[in-house]
């Protein structure tokens, strides 16, 4: 029954908007033909048998253009109206979608290890682009809470890894040439591009994730980081999978897939920085 609704609704919309091209694309012509007959009537002259006829003929012609004018403008005033009314309810929607996933993000965040070397990022999967979103990032830290790039691409390092397997962790525990040994590291085994490392402002020491599952699909993945080697999160695996509100993250992100993007781009939720910056 809901479905039927939705349907009957949406074909309501469609058929006003139809109507309403129509007439626009009509009155004009009626205008003119209406305008041309009465160019017309005085060079008949009054005694011509198709004088009155053409004359009544066009007036007629601008009566119907009258009545198109009101239905132009009182279809136009709907559809603008419930076109503003369909952006209040979308801003709505995304207001509450973001708060909520702030408060599942703190939670997950807070019980593996709350530290300002500790972020955490929600991605949701872009199926059509073949990316990832990042949709909420929370750090105590402003400059690492900070979002730099639109998307990340699916194939590559620990979210690639968290895609294939539903879970994954990282950790540096080398002692000597620590930023040599830890972009080796992490090009070996998390299959991050060198270039894309080179290009991220932070390097994580430590990371774990998991994939947002839902009826056998993946809707994206959350990732904890750490940037201090002295703050390891890779033992908190089992504690981010067996988490509850993972699952609520899950719902969330596969009920708004189709605006991932707007929930990125939230100015109040989001920090951003290089926005021109295109993966």
């Given at each position: 029954?809901g479905?039927?609704?939705?349907?009957s609704?949406?074909d309501?919309?469609?058929?006003k908007?139809h109507?309403?091209?129509?007439?626009?694309?009509?009155?004009?012509?009626?205008l003119t033909?209406?305008s041309?007959?009465?160019a017309?009537v005085?060079?008949?002259g009054a005694?011509s048998p198709?004088?009155?006829?053409?004359?009544?003929?066009?007036?007629?012609?601008?009566?119907?253009?009258?009545v198109?004018?009101?239905?132009v403008?009182h279809?136009d005033?709907?559809?603008?109206?419930s076109?503003t009314?369909?952006?209040?309810?979308?801003?709505a929607?995304?207001?509450?979608?973001?708060?909520?996933?702030?408060?599942?993000a703190d939670?997950?965040?807070?019980?593996?290890?709350?530290?300002?070397?500790?972020?955490?990022?929600?991605?949701?999967y872009?199926?059509?682009?073949?990316?990832f979103i990042p949709?909420?990032?929370r750090?105590?830290?402003?400059?690492?809470?900070?979002?730099?790039?639109?998307?990340?691409?699916?194939?590559?390092?620990?979210?690639?890894?968290?895609?294939q397997?539903?879970?994954g962790?990282?950790?540096c525990?080398?002692?000597?040439d620590?930023q040599?040994k830890?972009r080796?590291?992490?090009?070996?085994?998390?299959g991050?591009?060198g270039r894309?490392y080179?290009?991220?402002p932070?390097?994580?020491?430590?990371?774990?994730?998991v994939?947002?599952?839902?009826?056998?699909?993946t809707y994206?993945?959350?990732?904890?980081?750490?940037?201090?080697?002295?703050?390891?999160?890779?033992h908190?695996?089992?504690?981010?999978?067996?988490?509850?509100?993972?699952?609520?993250i899950?719902?969330?992100?596969?009920d708004?897939?189709?605006m991932?993007?707007?929930?990125?781009?939230?100015?109040e939720y989001?920090?951003?920085?290089r926005?021109?910056?295109?993966?």
């Amino acid at each position: 029954m809901g479905n039927s609704k939705s349907t009957s609704a949406l074909d309501w919309v469609i058929s006003k908007e139809h109507i309403l091209g129509i007439a626009k694309g009509a009155l004009p012509i009626i205008l003119t033909g209406a305008s041309a007959m009465l160019a017309v009537v005085p060079v008949l002259g009054a005694q011509s048998p198709g004088f009155w006829l053409l004359f009544w003929f066009a007036l007629a012609m601008y009566l119907v253009a009258i009545v198109l004018s009101f239905v132009v403008w009182h279809l136009d005033k709907g559809i603008r109206s419930s076109s503003t009314i369909d952006m209040a309810k979308l801003a709505a929607l995304r207001k509450a979608v973001m708060s909520s996933l702030v408060i599942y993000a703190d939670k997950l965040k807070n019980v593996i290890f709350d530290s300002p070397h500790v972020r955490i990022t929600i991605y949701g999967y872009d199926k059509e682009a073949d990316v990832f979103i990042p949709v909420m990032r929370r750090c105590r830290n402003p400059d690492l809470q900070a979002l730099h790039r639109d998307s990340y691409p699916r194939a590559e390092g620990l979210i690639s890894q968290v895609w294939q397997s539903g879970s994954g962790s990282f950790e540096c525990l080398a002692k000597k040439d620590l930023q040599a040994k830890l972009r080796q590291q992490h090009l070996e085994e998390t299959g991050i591009n060198g270039r894309t490392y080179d290009d991220l402002p932070m390097k994580p020491f430590s990371m774990i994730g998991v994939a947002l599952l839902r009826e056998n699909d993946t809707y994206g993945v959350i990732i904890l980081e750490s940037d201090s080697q002295d703050v390891n999160i890779a033992h908190g695996l089992d504690t981010l999978r067996n988490h509850p509100s993972v699952e609520d993250i899950t719902r969330l992100v596969s009920d708004t897939r189709t605006m991932l993007r707007d929930l990125r781009d939230d100015q109040e939720y989001n920090t951003h920085t290089r926005a021109d910056y295109i993966s």
